[in-house]
């Protein structure tokens, strides 16, 4: 194995791209036009333009993909995460090629793809499995009789593909056939296939999932389990490695099944088995803090776990995202165990050898808002914290996966994730600590991330001690969100002031006046006073608070114009928009939070508008599903109100600001 083509982009092309140098192994990047000028495509020994933008017209398209691997003399492709990752039809045809496929078999990948399949084959090998339905009648009417045999509460999935995608809870029949037109609608578009599957669903349950490991001579081990149950969506933004809830006895059950499904289906090559641990076993006990990891676990439960009960949910047949986390405790590379086994090599250590050694914590640092809205936009600035060499041994060792710089552009047409922050140490509590700080000193400005949220939910009591479960962010995003906000709203003043004096603050001549300023923030005018002081000090005075005295430049905080008006500041673990609303008219500056009409928050394709006009709208009514980054999102009316003007149609692409649709006030007799 001389050349890899590297079959994806951003963050994980640079991952693969890494290690294969590092074994003396060329690389050849591929790219859409938005992804030209990528760090990927500059990292890797070649690049071959694909041409296009969109993902069917690019990373999704086996011809091309293959053209590029002959143009440029590769003799393997690697698939990434995402994708053509999963796709048998692609690895099949890379082999039919001549190609090393560094991946499962292409008869592993049909087995195990299909969360039907997997399901199957796990019951016949004694893995335990939810009551649900996967059958071939996939009509509306099968569905719900299947549904009314297994009862509520109960989960619609895609049978193809993952992360979250095509998924939705079903507590009550009445929602079946929305949640079956919706889920159906996210996996044509995420997936190319509509086939559903449903399940029981367990309402308190932690996702824990087993990372195995295959060569093509028998040899099947895993690397131990990582706890992925924070999720928004349905889709993981912390993950970390040994799970609070699982002890040597539970992760012996747990990997043993997970192998037994791995070398059911022939795999070879790395492959992640998830499973869905019932909360409702294990002691509500938490994990002693501060207490020293031992060998093969971090802070375990005092309560045994033995009788835990564990279900499968699907094996993904590639390499996770959150595969770093395992790299952490383990000290091994996957990416070159995945080379290697796809070489012919045998798997390096037998299942004895194989040590966890203190915690790691994954955090996905995305584009989107405290609210879970994809942004797009374009990088203006961006500070990596320090990173060390990461080495298992070193406490609070920090790893940065990531494909940012500034003047990067975040496009709607692939997923928000920036990039991973990775953090490992000795225990819990200590990782904990350090990725904070590591979030904390991380610095994006130019558009929305979810930076400072991940700093709270790290910090929020019930994740501290070990207890989050799914549900939680359902349970206490709002509470973060609302958190955040205040955090927001107490450094408004000096960190607003900051931002839009620090350019243009006068010499050291005093003003006695006070200048008045209105400041917007969410939507909501904040007046306040600013006088000069001379020697570049602002005394900042607003209502119902002590005055403040400023020197600018303030230590800590981070400004930037994003617009002639606007700008984005962060100051250690909070992030803040604010415009300029001095110059407008009073009435406009204060009418921001009338509910007039309903704007665009992001970019994306119009694929749903539930309402009409004249209709009569309740809070919280759906006005528009719109679909960026691979999700689909619900925006609704923010109080009652009635449809005045639908300004958009299904099909149609809409930006950041657009008017999707206009309210007159809520007819006498509407719903409130």
């Not at 936009?377 to 940012?404: I, K, M, N």
């Amino acid at each position: 194995m001389k050349k890899i083509l590297v079959a994806n982009r951003s963050e994980i092309a640079r991952r693969i791209i890494h290690t294969a140098q590092r074994m003396g192994i060329e690389t050849v990047a591929v790219y859409s036009d938005p992804d030209a000028n990528a760090l990927h495509v500059r990292e890797a020994t070649q690049a071959v333009a694909l041409g296009g933008a969109a993902s069917a017209d690019t990373y999704l398209r086996i011809d091309k993909l293959l053209a590029a691997a002959r143009a440029t003399g590769a003799d393997a492709v690697h698939p990434g995460y995402g994708f053509l990752s999963e796709n048998a039809e692609f690895a099949q045809a890379v082999v039919d090629a001549g190609l090393a496929w560094i991946g499962p078999p292409p008869a592993a990948i049909r087995a195990l793809g299909s969360k039907a399949g997997a399901k199957a084959l796990a019951q016949a090998h004694g893995v335990p499995c939810l009551p649900g339905y996967a059958g071939e009648d996939q009509s509306d009417e099968r569905l719900a009789a299947e549904a009314a045999r297994i009862g509520t509460p109960l989960m619609v999935k895609a049978v193809a593909g993952g992360g979250g995608r095509g998924m939705r809870l079903v507590t009550d029949l009445a929602q079946l056939s929305a949640a079956l037109a919706s889920a159906r609608s996210e996996a044509l578009a995420g997936f190319g296939c509509g086939d559903l599957l449903i399940e029981r669903a367990l309402l308190q349950p932690r996702h824990v999932e087993v990372q195995v490991f295959a060569d093509a001579h028998g040899a099947c081990i895993h690397l131990g389990e990582r706890d992925c149950s924070v999720q928004r969506r349905h889709q993981k933004i912390i993950e970390e490695a040994p799970s609070p809830a699982v002890d040597a006895a539970l992760r012996e059950r747990m990997g043993a099944c997970a192998v037994a499904l791995a070398q059911a289906a022939g795999y070879v090559g790395a492959g992640t088995v998830e499973f869905l641990l019932d909360g409702s076993d294990l002691s509500a006990a938490g994990p002693p803090q501060g207490a020293k990891a031992p060998s093969g676990g971090s802070e375990p439960r005092e309560a045994g776990s033995v009788g835990a009960q564990f279900f499968l949910m699907e094996m993904n047949t590639r390499l996770q995202v959150e595969h770093p986390v395992t790299e952490a405790l383990t000290g091994l590379d996957l990416v070159e165990w995945q080379i290697r086994v796809a070489r012919g090599e045998p798997l390096p250590l037998a299942q004895d050898q194989v040590h966890l050694q203190g915690h790691a914590i994954e955090v996905r640092l995305c584009a989107e808002d405290a609210h879970f809205r994809p942004h797009t936009g374009r990088v203006l600035q961006f500070s990596a914290p320090p990173a060390t060499a990461f080495e298992r041994a070193a406490p609070g060792a920090l790893r940065f996966d990531h494909a940012l710089e500034e003047g990067a552009e975040v496009t709607p047409h692939y997923d928000a994730m920036l990039g991973k922050l990775i953090v490992h140490a000795p225990t819990r509590a200590e990782a904990i600590a350090a990725l904070v700080r590591a979030l904390h000193s991380t610095r994006v400005l130019g558009l929305p991330t979810n930076r400072a949220f991940l700093a709270a939910c790290l910090q929020h009591p019930v994740f501290a001690s070990g207890q989050a479960l799914v549900p939680f962010l359902s349970e206490h995003a709002a509470d973060l969100q609302d958190l955040l906000l205040k955090s927001e709203l107490k450094a408004l003043a000096h960190c607003a002031v900051e931002a839009i004096f620090s350019s243009k603050i006068s010499s050291d001549l005093p003003c006695a006046l006070a200048r008045p300023m209105r400041l917007r923030h969410q939507g909501q005018v904040h007046p306040v006073a600013v006088r000069e002081l001379g020697g570049g000090r602002l005394q900042v005075e607003q209502a119902g608070a002590e005055p403040v005295t400023l020197q600018l430049p303030q230590h800590g905080v981070y400004c930037l114009a994003v617009g002639s008006r606007r700008w984005h500041w962060q100051s250690g673990g909070v992030d803040g928009w604010v415009e300029d609303a001095s110059w407008e008219p009073a009435a406009r500056a204060d009418a921001a939070g009338g509910v007039t009409e309903l704007r665009a928050p992001f970019n994306g394709k119009v694929v749903a508008l539930p309402v009409a006009a004249g209709q009569a709208l309740a809070a919280g009514d759906t006005v528009v599903v719109i679909e960026s980054m691979k999700l689909e999102h619900s925006l609704s009316s923010p109080a009652a109100a009635t449809v005045a003007e639908l300004l958009v149609a299904p099909g149609q692409q809409v930006s950041p600001g657009q008017v999707l649709a206009r309210f007159a006030p809520a007819t006498k007799g509407a719903p409130a």
